[in-house]
């Protein structure tokens, strides 16, 4: 477990005892490195997280429907398959810190964020599915977004582009 206070991962357990649910348990645990407690609950790995749909039926995290979700938007773009595990990897890492269950709207966010940074289009179908776009303001919603981030790309490629030519320059 990362301490909370300096970041290390060497620490100790104080103390461990199930919570009345008996599928989480608290720990006490002191970090090695700086010595300070910390207290962590962690969910049983036989006891699935579960995830709340927007109609508020719950059903058990499944990492293959995600991964699909994922390569259905991603489909005959050019993303590779490690960037698509790498995706999935990454929001089930963020995932951890859901005890006993999270809304298909956040784990949604969570890729979407992740999509983002990688493909627009892939963005775009993700968040049409997901979001189900019922009305027209809300696609433009999230179209605005998309624009915004556009144009903080092209801004920060600009700007890395504006300091290779001064490298470049200061190297002849
Ligand atoms: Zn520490």
């Known amino acids: 477990m990362r301490c909370p ?4 991962s060497d620490d100790a357990v104080l103390d461990s005892r199930p919570l009345d649910s008996a599928s989480v348990v608290r720990r006490r645990r002191m970090c090695k490195i700086c010595q300070k407690r910390f207290t962590t609950y962690e969910r049983l790995e ?20 995600l ?19 790498l995706i999935v ?3 089930e890492y963020s995932l ?6 999270i809304s298909s709207r956040a784990i949604g966010e969570k890729v979407l964020e992740k999509l983002l940074e990688i493909d ?8 049409s599915v997901y979001k189900n776009f019922s009305d027209v303001d809300s696609f433009l919603k999230e179209f605005g977004k998309l624009e915004i981030q556009t144009q903080k790309q092209s801004a920060r490629n600009r700007k890395k582009e504006g300091v290779s030519a001064i490298r470049r320059r200061k190297a002849a």
Request: glycine share 2%; with cysteine; hydrophobic share 35%.
């Open 67 to 85: 991964r699909e979700g994922i390569l259905r938007a991603c489909e005959k773009r050019p993303i590779s398959m490690d960037t698509i595990d």
């Open 89 to 91: 990897a990454e929001v």
């Open 120 to 127: 627009q289009v892939a963005y775009v179908r993700f968040a």
């Open 46 to 65: 036989e006891m699935p997280l579960m995830v709340v749909k927007s109609d508020q039926r719950r059903e058990p995290y499944d990492r293959n429907k």
């Open 96 to 101: 951890k810190d859901y005890v006993m269950e």
């Open 5 to 8: 206070f300096c970041n290390h």
